[in-house]
């Protein structure tokens, strides 16, 4: 095979855990003209993109499309599912189990921090080793800074057996659409998502799912992101206030496509991820998950190898990768093929990790 | 002038106040591929939009991008500029400035409205009519329930006389422009817009505008709306949480056009309005507010006819209007050349008035 590159003839590839790339249909979506949000049209682009996203959180209950990142569905459903002063348990093991716990911690919520290793995964014997009671467990399944998938179904299980009147409330933002999941099946009672993940649109709108037992349990607070000014309206496809239409379209267009194949879908980002984590594996690099998510691969860097140099050298390939965040900062480097693409995609981006990872 | 018209043959025209039709280089950046928010890319178009949003609010502080709608804006403003327990003057004569005033009580602030007709402006001598002392007065520039334009230079100055120390936060949501517009320059403090109004984008961002003394007085509350944490890094065109980096570079966008020509098209808007107002007088309909915002026109219904059949009317055309909201709601209809249009889509739209209110 011919092995000389011809200089900056590489085609740009996002390959971080989210934003990622666009899925064509959210593209072609978001290039047509304005709807207003108080149309029939709307509305029933609103309801498919609804409905559609309740099929995927396999819930009886409601996703509510807020307009905002994921974190705001996160602040959304802390505000509006625990009143200040309730005790949550929040086990702790990367940027967004921490994230979880500085969004209680703001709420006025009393918050039990359960510290793990970055990279380890929760189990049940952790929960049970935190003093109760507690009214609520904050999960992360997917924890994308590390690259760990917790296995969020047993452990509600586990916290349900010693708290039933408790609740359990999932970040799921790199997990749906990536990864199984199931609300209710799980015994899980709310779980927030964005759409700039599995879900293949740009950033801009928080899903908010909430089982029928949650829906029970709301204690609205706040304006803005108020769930129940949304809940009285959302089942008729208008919100309370003037939401992102255009991103809501692009979610009703991905869902079409995407729902009807997403167990091929989610065994398709399995083997992705498998693909990288072999490359890695061959080229020696450690990987820092204990359970690997299907989002994102993440890896030490090698010994004596920079970040930097490592960004760079997928840089001068046309790639956009990431680096660490908190406590990981500057030791690890991910790769994410959550976005649109394929089996030949990960081979590629196999074959670039072989060679932005030559260092000699 | 052949008179028979072809059955079907109309061009969708989107006429509400928000969302409106978009900006063609709106549409061009929204179709570019994915950004990654923490790339150099995205915090160079980042900063692009926030400097021109700076020049278009005109000051000297700093204009914060929100993933949000302009509401979310509002809020985040009432909750980081007064404590709760401040004591606020709310004039209340639309749906908007009825918003102003459920956010603030959902905030925890002391609420003192000041009730008048709606379709009427705030004067100097209502605003002195209310008992004091007050941390703030909440004003809505543009009323675009009512169709009236308040003058907020003049009432923050009549505010400010009686209360030096309090703060005056505005909504610009209609206004920014589409009419003139200074923070500082006329003694303002904050203010709040939207992406899918005068900037003719898609909605998704809120902005809110901070004057430097406003910086000076922030009392940072909440996590996903804290502007604390968004001042620390929006600076370096960072946000605190994944932003709608798409409608970003779509707010760049059509800043970089429109900025350079901001009074020519403003006069445009003004224009625009005229001719619909003209259009009505000519047609015998009654106009709502007493002093007319660019923003939006707003008539009251003809006498025996619905809004339903004024609705139908322009959607047999192609068009979409709106209606009236709270206490309007039945009674009036709004038409709106807020998004991109020039004075022949006025002359278009004026035609189809004509037709569409001959009920004969």
């Not at 006025?108 to 380890?120: D, I, T």
């Not at 799980?186 to 829906?215: E, T």
């Amino acid at each position: 095979m011919p092995s000389d590159k011809i200089p900056g003839m590489y085609r740009p590839r996002l390959l971080t855990p989210g934003p990622v790339e666009l899925h064509p249909r959210a593209l072609e979506a978001l290039a047509r003209p304005q709807l207003h949000h108080r149309s029939d049209a709307a509305r029933q682009v609103f309801l498919q993109a609804k409905t559609g996203l309740e099929a995927a959180f396999k819930t009886q209950g409601q996703v509510l499309l807020l307009t905002g990142s994921g974190t705001a569905a996160m602040d959304a459903l802390v505000q509006n599912l625990f009143a200040p002063g309730a005790r949550v348990l929040v086990p702790v093991h990367g940027n967004f189990s921490e994230r979880w716990a500085k969004i209680a911690q703001q709420a006025g919520l009393e918050v039990v921090r359960l510290e793990l290793e970055w990279g380890r995964v929760v189990r049940p014997e952790h929960l049970e080793s935190a003093q109760g009671p507690f009214d609520g467990l904050l999960l992360t399944h997917s924890e994308s800074s590390t690259g760990a998938l917790n296995d969020v179904r047993t452990l509600a299980q586990a916290f349900k057996a010693r708290f039933p009147e408790g609740l359990v409330v999932v970040d799921a933002i790199t997990s749906l659409f990536v990864s199984e999941f199931e609300l209710e099946g799980w015994g899980l009672d709310a779980a927030a998502c964005g759409s700039q993940k599995g879900i293949m649109c740009p950033p801009g709108l928080g899903y908010a799912a909430l089982s029928p037992r949650a829906i029970e349990h709301l204690k609205p607070r706040g304006f803005y992101l108020n769930l129940a000014s949304e809940l009285k309206v959302q089942s008729t496809g208008e919100s309370a206030w003037t939401p992102a239409i255009n991103l809501v379209a692009a979610t009703a267009a991905v869902l079409a496509e995407l729902l009807p194949r997403l167990p091929e879908h989610i065994a398709l980002k399995q083997q992705q991820n498998e693909i990288l984590y072999a490359t890695g594996q061959e080229l020696g690099l450690k990987p820092v998950p204990e359970v690997k998510s299907p989002a994102t691969t993440c890896f030490y860097l090698p010994e004596g190898v920079s970040y930097a140099q490592v960004k760079e050298a997928f840089a001068a390939r046309g790639a956009t990768i990431i680096g660490g965040q908190g406590q990981l900062k500057g030791r690890v480097f991910r790769l994410s093929l959550m976005g649109y693409s394929d089996l030949y995609d990960a081979y590629a981006v196999a074959h670039m990790m072989r060679e932005a990872l030559r260092f000699d």
